[in-house]
């Protein structure tokens, strides 16, 4: 079976996009391939948090991920700290990881610019990390975004360079994945593309947000002064309205507000609140069970062993190839 990776940095709160975009496939994806989820707790180091707010964030993440449907029996869910084989093999592939081409990775170059007090030698590094991850356990599927391109071109070369260096094939190629091309866009509330923490919290809907806070978030979401022709073309913010309508709403209601639309009756007002008590419906089971799971300390910890010793098993294995064909032979 075809061996899958991804691994989620621990960022704060989920959101309906990430629920709808990657979320949704990792959890189809867990019963058709062999597939390592994981949580870069790791990579989310080279931002300094505070480790009171690091626990917490990895906490939340994956009560999050198993509330949405990640069953840690059907795939290895497992926190990257906990297997200590992804730092031994970041540290050997860097001895062949040059300091020109990791400079020249675009990640690196906007991060170095937008943070040139904290420039470490683990932002720059990154990408080595990353390649590990993936190809620690031979994964040739890697279900990310199009920002994540280059560092799996990235760890590719590296798995590739060490092959050709020891004369081996320990590792395949790994290639970005799109599960299910026909990616749902999930707008954001504040008129912009998609949902994103990046454009601020009033832009996305998390899965823990309250029903109060979901109401306020939608009354202050993004419209524009109604249509003053019959059958025109929603604008861009209005149009956004309607994308999130056609997931969280029942058919006929989205109908009733299209055709209002339409003849130029609608009332964007009642159109956001309707969407308010429709996202309350279809979140507030998500969020009750979070709420549980974060609260069950046993239960999480038996999903972080269990994840950690299926990933274990396999990249355990990995490893000591790797060892062998260096020439590290044990003198005991
Ligand atoms: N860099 C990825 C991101 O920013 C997270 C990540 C770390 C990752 N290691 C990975 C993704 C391995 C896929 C595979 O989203």
Same mark, same amino acid.
């Given at each position: 079976?075809?061996?899958?990776?991804?691994?989620?940095?621990?960022?704060?709160? =989920?959101?309906?996009?990430?629920?709808?975009? &990657?979320?949704?496939?990792?959890?189809?994806?867990?019963?058709?391939?062999?597939?390592? +989820?994981?949580?870069?707790?790791?990579?989310?180091?080279?931002?300094?948090?505070?480790?009171?707010?690091?626990?917490?964030?990895?906490?939340?993440? =994956?009560?999050?991920?198993?509330?949405?449907?990640?069953?840690?029996?059907?795939?290895?869910?497992?926190? /990257?700290?906990? =297997?200590?084989?992804?730092?031994?093999?970041?540290?050997?592939?860097?001895?062949? &990881?040059?300091?020109?081409?990791?400079?020249?990775?675009?990640?690196?170059?906007?991060?170095?610019?937008?943070? !040139?007090?904290? $420039?470490?030698?683990?932002?720059?590094?990154?990408?080595?990390?990353?390649?590990?991850?993936?190809?620690?356990?031979?994964?040739?599927?890697? !279900? *990310?975004?199009?920002?994540?391109? /280059?560092?799996?071109?990235?760890?590719?070369? +590296?798995?590739?360079?060490?092959?050709? $260096?020891?004369?081996?094939?320990?590792?395949?190629?790994?290639? &970005?994945?799109?599960?299910? %091309?026909?990616? *749902?866009?999930?707008?954001?509330? /504040?008129?912009?593309?998609?949902?994103?923490? %990046?454009?601020?919290?009033?832009?996305?809907?998390?899965?823990?947000?309250? !029903? @109060?806070? $979901?109401?306020? #978030?939608?009354?202050?979401? *993004?419209?524009?002064?109604?249509?003053?022709?019959?059958?025109?073309?929603?604008?861009?913010?209005?149009?956004?309205? +309607?994308?999130?309508?056609?997931?969280? %709403?029942?058919?006929?209601?989205?109908?009733?507000?299209?055709?209002?639309?339409?003849?130029?009756?609608?009332?964007?007002?009642?159109?956001?609140?309707?969407?308010?008590?429709?996202?309350?419906? +279809?979140?507030?089971? $998500?969020?009750?069970?979070?709420?549980?799971?974060?609260?069950?300390?046993?239960?999480?910890?038996?999903?972080?062993?269990?994840?950690?010793?299926? &990933?274990?098993?396999?990249?355990?294995?990995?490893?000591? @190839?790797?060892?062998?064909?260096?020439?590290?032979? #044990?003198?005991?």
């Amino acid at each position: 079976m075809e061996i899958v990776v991804s691994g989620i940095r621990p960022t704060g709160n =989920l959101h309906l996009g990430n629920y709808m975009g &990657a979320l949704k496939n990792f959890v189809k994806m867990q019963h058709e391939y062999n597939c390592y +989820f994981f949580i870069a707790d790791y990579h989310s180091l080279t931002t300094h948090p505070n480790p009171k707010d690091l626990h917490n964030n990895v906490k939340q993440v =994956l009560a999050e991920y198993l509330a949405c449907g990640l069953d840690p029996e059907s795939c290895a869910l497992y926190i /990257q700290s906990d =297997l200590p084989e992804i730092p031994e093999l970041y540290m050997l592939l860097n001895m062949h &990881a040059y300091k020109g081409e990791l400079e020249r990775v675009s990640s690196f170059k906007e991060k170095a610019q937008s943070h !040139p007090d904290n $420039i470490n030698a683990g932002l720059l590094t990154y990408p080595v990390l990353m390649a590990a991850d993936i190809i620690i356990h031979k994964a040739t599927k890697v !279900p *990310v975004g199009k920002d994540q391109e /280059q560092h799996l071109e990235m760890a590719r070369t +590296f798995g590739n360079r060490f092959n050709r $260096i020891y004369n081996t094939e320990v590792f395949p190629e790994p290639y &970005a994945f799109n599960y299910g %091309s026909n990616l *749902v866009k999930i707008p954001g509330l /504040q008129g912009g593309g998609k949902m994103s923490k %990046s454009d601020g919290d009033n832009n996305v809907i998390n899965l823990i947000d309250s !029903p @109060e806070l $979901i109401r306020k #978030k939608m009354s202050r979401a *993004v419209t524009d002064t109604g249509p003053t022709e019959m059958n025109t073309a929603p604008t861009p913010s209005v149009q956004n309205l +309607f994308d999130l309508m056609k997931i969280v %709403s029942e058919e006929n209601t989205s109908k009733h507000f299209t055709d209002a639309y339409a003849n130029c009756s609608i009332r964007y007002g009642d159109m956001k609140k309707q969407l308010a008590e429709d996202m309350i419906t +279809f979140l507030t089971p $998500i969020r009750e069970k979070i709420e549980a799971i974060s609260n069950d300390t046993s239960y999480l910890g038996k999903v972080a062993k269990l994840g950690a010793e299926k &990933a274990h098993d396999s990249a355990t294995k990995t490893l000591n @190839e790797v060892r062998d064909v260096i020439g590290f032979r #044990k003198f005991y």
